[in-house]
């Protein structure tokens, strides 16, 4: 099997656009397994959509080096490729002073040549001097080769990709002028997921476009060159070559609206015992089941359907009275709330405007509000349905949840925000809603814990 990652040199570089036409265009005839660098849903889902594979998540803050390793090995199998995609620029972590979070630590733990990124606008000389600099700021990171982006021209092109083969002694083996069918759809903080609208028609003419563009602008040839073989590995156990007997069913809500789960989410509750039973807040009403998780997504722009399956509200707020274990993340906390109030201006609202939700958690949801992106560090108390347990997550969101005074919250917060003064993770009953996302590798015990207690009610 062969390996490489595709980073750029900071934000907006294009790698993900030239990673996702070169995940299709060597999946014609390839099994490609894609990884992202990163605590990312929207990427992975169009990494996934392209390839025809879950793509996995690797971050070095929340997990463990072996834990790095299990994802990527168990991932890999059956594949002839694997792709990863780095997150911002190279260097970029959790602080200034270590690689920890960073493209480059995934590199080095993992030991995969890099393809550098290198947004050329305006510049050919300097390209050099820069790409230079990354070549001599980490001597245990491997950049294998250039590729340039928003080239103007070919003057422009061929002075840069001169400037950086003789100073650089490094091949450059794609130059991509700029297109506009390289932006993809932004929405909120970041890329709008694929799963939503599912028509996909925009999506699928822009990846084609983007696919036969690529074709054209980097040597495949050289590209497949750089990549690193490696020997197949199919004995190598990870956590989750496990058998276990499932004996207990977990509604899982997956729709246009809660669509944020890891691909690992599924596989950590299988190897806990637990059968997952998908479900539409949008769309069903609740399935049978010992327990229920509602993940991230974007509720709030589906508040008439969700505000309308009162059913759906209602059957959920009568399950946490009744002490069934419900996790509700980010969206589902937000879903969770009495309300949601969306304000004038947002998505084109005339007036404020407030739809009702599960009244589960005593108080509301406003969209809009500042907009946090963040690492999260915490430990979660005893009397929590995930337990007790040191861990490490993120949040992203643009909406501020208002809880009632007296609210119990099972998280307290060393990094992050959460949702009041450093607490997160409100619970009653046995319900818990919390901004903090968990990756469910690095968070397995507090997943196995919540599986537990559900076991308890089956």
């Known amino acids: 099997m062969k390996q490489i990652l595709i980073t750029g040199d900071r934000s907006g570089s294009g790698k993900t656009s030239i990673t996702l036409a070169l995940t299709a265009l060597l999946s014609k005839n390839k099994r490609v397994q894609t990884f992202k660098v990163g605590m990312d849903y929207i990427d992975p889902s169009y990494l996934s959509a392209v390839s025809g594979r879950p793509c996995r998540n690797l971050d070095s803050f929340t997990l463990s080096e072996n834990q790095i390793r299990d994802i990527f090995h168990f991932g890999c199998r059956d594949a002839d490729i694997a792709l990863v995609e780095g997150v911002r620029g190279l260097y970029e972590g959790a602080d200034a002073l270590t690689d920890i979070g960073s493209t480059a630590s995934i590199a080095k733990v993992l030991d995969i040549p890099v393809i550098l990124v290198v947004s050329a606008q305006s510049i050919t000389r300097s390209a050099a001097a820069l790409v230079k600099g990354f070549l001599a700021f980490d001597q245990d990171v491997h950049i294998a080769a250039v590729i340039l982006n928003n080239v103007k021209g070919g003057s422009h092109r061929d002075k840069a990709v001169a400037a950086i083969e003789h100073y650089c002694d490094i091949p450059v083996i794609g130059s991509i002028p700029h297109m506009e069918e390289m932006q993809l759809a932004m929405r909120h903080l970041g890329l709008v997921p694929y799963r939503e609208g599912s028509g996909q028609g925009d999506f699928n003419a822009r990846i084609e476009t983007i696919t036969e563009m690529i074709g054209k602008f980097v040597d495949l040839e050289r590209f497949g060159s750089i990549m690193k073989e490696i020997s197949s590995s199919p004995h190598y156990k990870t956590l989750f070559d496990k058998s276990v007997d499932r004996d207990v069913r977990i509604g899982v809500a997956l729709d246009e609206a809660f669509n944020f789960y890891y691909a690992d989410f599924f596989d950590i509750l299988r190897i806990a015992g637990a059968e997952s039973i998908p479900f539409s807040p949008v769309h069903d009403r609740l399935p049978d089941a010992d327990g229920y998780i509602i993940g991230g997504g974007y509720p709030e722009l589906f508040v008439k359907e969700l505000e309308a399956n009162d059913r759906m509200r209602e059957a959920l707020r009568e399950v946490s009275k009744n002490n069934l274990p419900v996790y509700g993340e980010c969206g589902g906390l937000m879903y969770l709330t009495d309300h949601m109030t969306l304000k004038k201006g947002w998505h ?92 469910p590798v690095a968070n397995e015990g507090m997943f196995r814990h919540f599986v537990r207690l559900c076991r308890k009610n089956a």
């Open 348 to 439: 084109d609202a005339q007036k404020d405007k407030d739809y009702e939700m599960c009244k589960v958690f005593s108080g509301e949801t406003r969209m809009p509000s500042r907009r946090v992106v963040s690492y999260v560090e915490g430990t979660s108390t005893d009397d929590s349905p995930l337990g007790a347990a040191p861990f490490r997550g993120h949040e992203f969101h643009y909406s501020e949840v208002m809880l009632t005074p007296g609210t119990r919250y099972a998280y307290q917060l060393s990094r992050g925000v959460g949702i009041h003064d450093n607490l997160d993770g409100a619970v009653i009953n046995n319900t818990l809603g919390s901004y903090t996302h968990l990756h």
